[in-house]
Each structure stands twice: as C-alpha cells, then as structure tokens.
C-alpha cells in the first residue's frame, strides 16, 4: 500500500501536478518583475481543457496564489491552469501564458507575474467596482505591487453582457468607468488596458444566433474595437482567424487561445514601442 502510495505521488510530481504549491523565489528587483493582472469572464479564464503538458511551467513566468486579507503575495510556477477556482474548480486553458511568453520574447531578465483574476459567467456590473470579485482582484494586484511592478490589464469579456438590451446599451459606459476605476484604486491614471474583442464565431451558434442577440453582439464588438479612440493608454485585440472549442461557439479553441495571447503581447508592445 505504501507503495502505491509513493508511486501515485511520484507520478503527479512528474505531470507537474504539485507544482502549483512549490515555493518560488520573486525577483530581487521589483522592476524585474512585471505584473499583469488577468480580468474578465471565460474566455480569459480559458473556455477549453487542458492538454499533456499544459502544467509544465513556463520558464520567467509565475502566477500569483489566493491569499486571504492581509497576507503578502504568494507564487506558483507559471502553469496552467491560472484560473483553477473560477468557477467550479474546473482546470481550463486560456491565453494568459502564451501572452506572456511572447512578452517576454525581447525583455531579458524580466520575470513576469499573472494575476488571474477573470471569473466565467459574469457580465461586466458583476466584475465591476463594488463586487466581490473586484476587490478580489485589487486587494491581490495590491498585494503583488508589494513585490513586483504593474505594467496592464488584460480584458476579455462582453459575452454576458449581450443576453439583454439594457446590459448591452450600459456596456461602454461601465466599460469605460470600470477602467476609471481599477486606474484609480491602483494608483496609475496611465495604467494601460487592453481589452480583446469577441470571437467571430460568437453570434453563429444555435443558441446565440437570432437577429436580436446578433445585433448586440454586434455592438459590444463595436465598443470594445472603438476603445483606443475613446479612452486614453488602451489597446485592442482582434479576434480574426479563430476558431471554436465546441458547437456552442462561444469559446476560442486552444489553438485560438494561444493566438490570443500573443496578439495581447503584440498590441502592449506596439503600444509603448519595441524595445
């Protein structure tokens, strides 16, 4: 029995399934150390499962662990899944490593720091300032600033928001004000923030397709992509070229996923200009 029991754990520290709870180092320098903090709903949180070798850490690349109120930071290796607890507990792959891969592509010595704080479901006045899930999300990014440097928000949702009119006509305005918000709590009115557009294929699916939902989905693609011209210090992300996880169509593949990632790094760094 003793035997099955040490071959198990051995097998699960070979999948890289304990990694999360292995004790990491943080740069010395808190310039070294970039964060990026992780919002929105599924398709940040990821909307398809993992595959071998998604738990394989990323090399210059961790996320930041739940702590409760008052504790400092704490830090796993850079793994999928970054989201393991929103919702459900379900292990799902997102674009928040592949983003930080090519980020880290032209910046040697930079460690960068994930705080996934996106959560599946949730329409954007539950993501907003007074939510749980916000100060979640400003007390760990408040907790990492201890250690690290801020650099942006990666945002990724809106799909909610078009099951209804009234939700879809309030979008920009909460957009907008939510970004005021999360600048303001963190201390840096310049604070960039990208947001990613919906997926093309979101709006084509049995459930998503009638000419109503369409036109909101439409319009919530609208106000995300006039973003950079209306809010100063954001990006856009486009979503051609993707494809779906499941007939749904309301999730990016993993393929896409990865894609995703790499355009957000692509968007920050045409943002503040290759170094």
């Not at 699960?12 to 180092?25: D, F, M, R, S, Y």
């Not at 490593?97 to 960068?112: I, Q």
């Not at 996880?245 to 393929?255: E, L, S, T």
């Amino acid at each position: 029995m003793k035997t099955k029991a040490i071959l198990f754990l051995a097998s699960i520290l070979i999948t890289g399934g304990l990694q999360a709870k292995e004790p990491v180092k943080v740069p010395s320098s808190k310039k070294d150390f970039h964060l990026f903090l992780l919002m929105g709903q599924s398709n940040m949180s990821g909307g398809v499962g993992l595959a071998a070798g998604d738990t394989k850490p990323v090399p210059q690349v961790l996320k930041m662990r739940w702590v409760k109120e008052g504790e400092v930071s704490k830090w796993a290796p850079g793994a999928h899944p970054l989201h393991p607890r929103r919702p459900n507990k379900k292990a799902r792959f997102g674009p928040g490593l592949s983003f930080a891969e090519a980020y880290l592509a032209n910046k040697p010595g930079v460690t960068v720091g994930l705080i996934p704080m996106a959560w599946g479901g949730r329409s954007i006045a539950q993501l907003s300032k007074g939510s749980e899930i916000y100060c979640d999300a400003i007390r760990h990014m408040k907790a990492a600033m201890q250690v690290g440097t801020l650099k942006g928000v990666l945002w990724h949702q809106g799909e909610s928001d078009t099951v209804e009119q009234t939700r879809t006509d309030a979008y920009e305005n909460r957009l907008h004000r939510l970004i005021e918000d999360v600048r303001k709590d963190l201390g840096n009115p310049q604070l960039p923030f990208i947001v990613g557009n919906l997926a093309e294929f979101y709006g084509t699916g049995k459930d998503h397709k009638a000419p109503d939902r369409v036109a909101r989905i439409t319009k919530i693609k609208e106000i995300l992509r006039r973003l950079p011209k209306k809010v100063p210090h954001t990006g856009f992300v486009e979503s051609t070229g993707c494809s779906s996880a499941a007939r749904a169509k309301v999730h990016f593949d993993r393929k896409s996923s990865l894609l995703m990632g790499k355009r957000y790094a692509k968007v920050y760094d045409d943002m503040f200009g290759k170094p």
